[in-house]
């Protein structure tokens, strides 16, 4: 999956800072005290409401077009870039177990060198999807 863009809607709060809504996904809401924390808490949310909407099977909403959308008073439109790719692999390292097969010379070979079989597997696999 690429990078997705979903307009957000920033409102300013009374008490100060900001409170953020995704008129494409009525269920993401967040805030944050000044304009940078309001933007990092909205990609935050965003991801958190596209991995849940996926765990359950929902359909992601395809995103609206910004100039279709009208900011209320106090409130302005922002655009949030968000990489669902970058965002899973911050947010679930959790390891899992592979089971591969080798030659047995190659197998001798690596380890009287002390090679990590696990570090030249993921530097192999981060190689061919070119991260």
């Not at 965003?46 to 279709?68: F, N, Q, V, Y």
């Not at 990489?83 to 030659?103: C, E, G, H, Q, W």
Request: proline fraction near 5%; charged fraction near 25%.
């Amino acid at each position: 999956m690429k990078k997705l863009f979903y307009p957000a809607l920033f409102h300013k709060a009374e008490e100060g800072g900001f409170w953020i809504s995704f008129p494409d996904i009525p269920e993401c809401l967040t805030q944050g005290e000044d304009m940078e924390q309001a933007y990092e808490m909205a990609v935050e949310a965003l991801g958190l409401a596209l991995t849940c909407r996926e765990k359950e099977h929902l359909a992601i909403p395809a995103a609206s077009d910004p100039t279709t959308l009208t900011a209320e008073p106090d409130s302005f439109l922002v655009v949030i870039e968000f990489d669902m790719f970058a965002y899973r692999k911050r947010t679930n390292s959790r390891a899992v177990k592979k089971t591969l097969s080798i030659p047995e010379w190659l197998n001798e070979a690596a380890i009287a060198m002390d090679i990590n079989f696990s570090q030249v597997l993921q530097e192999a696999l981060l190689s061919k999807i070119q991260m």
